[in-house]
Structures are given as C-alpha cells and as structure tokens.
Nanobody
Framework: QVQLVESGGGLVQAGGSLRLSCAASGSIFSINAMGWYRQAPGMQRELVAAVTSDGSTNYADSVKGRFTISRDGAKNTVYLQMNSLKPEDTAVYYC?????????????WGQGTQVTVSS
C-alpha cells in the first residue's frame, strides 16, 4: 500500500505565502514524478506543477514565477512553495505521485488540502 499525506494548506491573504508538503510512504520501489494539482469549486482538476526524478519541472502558466516545486528524493517528499498568492489560487490542492510499487507502475493521490486566499 502507498499513502500520500499532504500538509500546509490554510487561509492566507492575497500576496501572502504558503508551503505545501506531501510525503509518500509504503511499499515504494521508485518514484518517476510527483506533482500538485488543484480543483476549485465547479472546475476541473488542473495541473499546478510537477517534478520528475531527474529534477525536471513543469508549471501551469498561471503560477509560473510565483510557485516553486521541489523534491527530497531521500524522504519521498515533494514541496510546493506558493508566493504572491491570489484569490484565484483558492482551491483544494492534491498531491500526485507516479511510482513503482510491488513491481507495478501506478498513480496515487493524496486526500487534498484546502488553500484559501482572501482578497
């Protein structure tokens, strides 16, 4: 079994910062990539940022220059530093991991953490 546990969400004023963390645990052989998605009410889930095992990163245009994704391979943990937050960043943020577990490749999701940015 693999679990992704997120932390760091909350309420912040526009212009503020938050740091999200997501730790993967369980029977993990290797991780190909980890990332963050978000879903606002009435909207589809969208990719925010992702980082591969070789350190390559990918960001949604709406967060480029404001958010930074990083990864600690030794701890199977991914972080999302969010600066200059805007009300439109309000959403539930989900951690995602593409990994090998028990000789099977699969994608796992965290339970989600709420980020609310007030104007």
């Amino acid at each position: 079994q693999v679990q992704l546990v997120e932390s760091g969400g909350g309420l912040v004023q526009a212009g503020g910062s938050l740091r999200l963390s997501c730790a993967a645990s369980g029977s993990i052989f290797s991780i190909n990539a980890m990332g963050w998605y978000r879903q606002a009410p009435g909207m589809q889930r969208e990719l925010v940022a992702a980082v591969t095992s070789d350190g390559s990163t990918n960001y949604a245009d709406s967060v480029k220059g404001r958010f930074t994704i990083s990864r600690d391979g030794a701890k199977n943990t991914v972080y999302l530093q969010m600066n200059s937050l805007k009300p439109e960043d309000t959403a539930v943020y989900y951690c995602n991991a593409d990994l090998w577990s028990d000789y099977v490749g699969n994608v796992f999701w965290g339970q989600g953490t709420q980020v609310t940015v007030s104007s």
